[in-house]
Each structure stands twice: as structure tokens, then as C-alpha cells.
């Protein structure tokens, strides 16, 4: 039996192929994420942006997040980063697929959706596959 993964909030990514993160965008060009809800968000245009960055800064989650954390029960620590989308925004994500002794400030990085639960995904960063 194969359980479909609903996204962990609505609207944080595009449903293409290939997917994008969503940005919202002001009239003066400035870049939001994730796109801020109610009055706050209401005369943003809605963007792509980029699937690929360049790692900015990262760390390693060893200890439980405060409540209201909405995670699995039982804690594994995890790879937490900023990814630099060139001329957009810089955004915080999980970062996968990779070890912390394997990263490197300025490496590139690829968006990929992640299993976060039995019924829900999440976005996460890795290291940019070589082809």
C-alpha cells in the first residue's frame, strides 16, 4: 500500500515536474519566503525560485526544537543550512543526502522534497548531484 505525501504547509512549493519553491514578490522587487499569509502577503505576486544555490552557511541540529515542534517522535539530529538563490533570496532548509563533514560554505545545492512524516513532505537542499 502506497501512501501519498501531502505537503507540510500549503503553498511553499509548485506542483510542476519539477518543482520550485514560492516566493512572493513585491511591486519593488523584494523577494519573500515562505509568502507571508493574510494582509501581509495579499499584494505579493507569486514566483518560482530557483531550484539550485549556493550554501551560505550550516549547522548541525543535535537537541529537540522547542514546542511547538511538529516533528516525529523520536529525535535523529539533522543538518539545518542557508542556501543563497542567486539575486532572489537567501532561505533556511534541511539539508540532506550529505554529511557535515562534507560541506563546504559555497558549495552548490539542489532543491529536493523529502519524506518529514508517515503522511507529510517537506523541502530540503542537497549537495548538487554531478551528472
Given amino acids: 500500500m ?3 505525501l501531502h505537503p507540510i504547509a500549503p503553498g511553499l512549493w509548485s506542483d510542476d515536474e519539477k518543482p520550485h519553491l514560492l ?3 513585491s511591486a519593488d522587487g523584494k523577494i519573500f519566503f515562505p ?3 493574510g ?3 495579499k499584494n ?3 514566483i518560482k525560485l530557483a531550484r539550485k544555490g549556493i550554501l551560505w552557511s550550516f549547522t548541525r541540529q543535535d537537541f529537540r526544537p522547542k514546542p511547538p515542534y511538529d516533528g516525529p517522535e ?3 539530529p539533522f543538518l539545518l543550512g542557508y542556501i543563497e538563490l542567486p539575486g532572489q533570496i537567501i532561505v ?13 560554505i559555497g558549495m552548490p545545492m ?5 519524506p518529514f512524516d508517515d503522511s507529510r513532505s517537506n523541502f530540503a537542499f542537497r549537495p548538487e548531484q554531478a551528472l
Fill in 35 to 37: 509568502i507571508p499569509e
Fill in 44 to 46: 505579493l505576486s507569486i
Fill in 74 to 76: 523520536e529525535f535523529t
Fill in 110 to 114: 539542489e532543491f529536493v522534497i523529502t
Fill in 23 to 25: 516566493g512572493g514578490q
Fill in 92 to 104: 533556511e532548509s534541511h539539508i540532506v543526502e550529505t554529511t557535515l563533514e562534507e560541506l563546504k
Fill in 39 to 41: 494582509d501581509s502577503g
Fill in 2 to 4: 502506497t501512501t501519498e
